[in-house]
């Protein structure tokens, strides 16, 4: 129990560390003045954050800027076609996760779930408190906040399916999440869609967009159907219930602009740098400094 409460607070730590980074990033903080805020001596700090966060404090600060996502998205919509075009039927591969995707069916879903056990329940992780919530066959949602929100989280999640019971199960929460974040403990991870055939075909074709890439809305819609069908695309975006693994968060506005997110813009700023640090692994870490 003690190593669990031990890793847990890791956790925490790295979720604040990547809030402050988030905030704080135009002033190029120091090693030393993020080690401070989380309460660990920099030496210590760099070896966690590495090994918690999968790349070093100065590189997520150096895609902090944004810049990655902005010349990516010139190049956003031939990955998508790519993509899509190799079809969307088998395992999806995301974040060094193999999923198997299922879907409710569309009487299911218009009952408001009506008959699922939905488990959930909370545990610490990048992004500060993660929301897990599953079905017996997998993972239905995936939602972001802070300590002390977890009611309104809850509450949020649970009217998307309103006639669905809810029970608590912390230790299968925790699992989960250290399965997602963890990148020692990657592997398959069962998901099941809950909502109207366009949402899912939306969501389906987020799972299509590759990490480090982007995609506009406008080019979203005109792969699915017609350009015209952008704010309906966003919709669906915005509906997205297990964030992160469905990426929504790689949807920008024209010009590589950051629009709206669910669970909050900074959270989307430092997902978006996350990825683009983990994809580019040839600087070297320092101890001395961030940036």
Known sequence: ??????????????????????????????????????????????????????????????????????????????VLDAALDAGLSGPSRLHDLSLKIEAMTPGDYAKGAAGVVIAYGFAPCLFGIALVLATEKGVCGLGFGDEGGESDMLA????????????????????????????ARAGRLPLVLMGTPWQIKVWEALLAIPPGKFVSYGALAEKLCSARAARAVGAAVGRNPISWIIPCHRVLGSGGALTGYHWGMERKRAMLALEAARADQSERPSTSAIA
């Open 156 to 183: 949020d999640m649970q009217s998307r399916w309103p006639k669905a019971s809810y029970r608590r199960d912390q230790a299968r929460a925790e699992a989960i999440v250290r399965q997602i974040f963890s990148p």
């Open 1 to 78: 129990m003690s190593e669990i409460r031990e890793e847990s607070e890791e956790w925490r730590r790295m979720g604040r560390a990547i809030r402050f980074l988030t905030e704080h990033y135009r002033d190029q903080p120091s090693l030393e003045d993020v080690a401070a805020c989380v309460g660990l001596s920099p030496f210590h700090f760099q070896r966690v954050f590495a090994r918690y966060v999968g790349v070093s404090p100065k590189s997520f600060v150096g895609h902090l800027t944004f810049g990655h996502a902005k010349r990516e998205l010139a190049q956003g919509a031939s």
